[in-house]
């Protein structure tokens, strides 16, 4: 049985669900109040417990990876700690998260909308992860996250392109 619901929210959060994350992240000291706000209007997935609990979350924003040249939704997630154990539950939670994640962003791809936004970025932060999470293609439950370079701070570069994107020739060439 699925120990958590996923819920697409982007690209216009409900007032309660906003609140709702607003509290979580304060609770979990994730961010100041003022970030706190500010990001939510960036919410994209919402994963909650079998309570109703607010457990992990995702947001998205446009924007230009320099290191790519080309514009990809910046992917963040946030799992609460309490649900943050080791093993297969913490990873299913994870992947299940990136995967709703980039399916409903995908979806936008695809018919039209975001065109120019050619895949999900992501950087990985987590030491562990790092450490132990170094295969070159991540495809848990059927991503197809790429590594792509290492980040000031050793922080890890990944990106999942959407289906048939291409990248964007330059003109004159």
């Not at 514009?71 to 154990?85: K, P, Q, S």
Request: charged fraction near 25%; proline fraction near 3%.
């Amino acid at each position: 049985m699925e120990q958590y619901s996923y819920e697409v929210v982007w690209p216009n959060p409900s007032d309660a669900t906003r609140t709702n994350v607003v509290d979580f992240w304060l609770q979990e000291s994730a961010l100041a109040k003022g970030k706190a706000i500010e990001r939510a209007e960036q919410l994209l997935v919402v994963c909650r417990d079998l309570d109703g609990k607010v457990a992990a979350v995702s947001t998205v924003v446009p924007s230009i990876v320099s290191t790519l040249g080309l514009r990809c939704f910046y992917f963040r997630a946030f799992v609460g700690r309490d649900h943050r154990t080791k093993g297969l539950r913490a990873s299913h939670l994870i992947y299940r998260l990136i995967r709703q994640s980039y399916d409903a962003l995908n979806e936008r791809f695809q018919t039209g909308i975001d065109p120019d936004v050619v895949g999900l970025y992501m950087e990985v932060e987590n030491r562990s992860v790092q450490r132990h999470r170094n295969e070159r293609i991540w495809t848990d439950l059927g991503a197809n996250l790429v590594f792509v370079g290492r980040l000031p701070g050793g922080r890890h570069a990944r990106v999942w392109y959407f289906e048939n994107a291409k990248i964007p020739t330059i003109h004159g060439s």
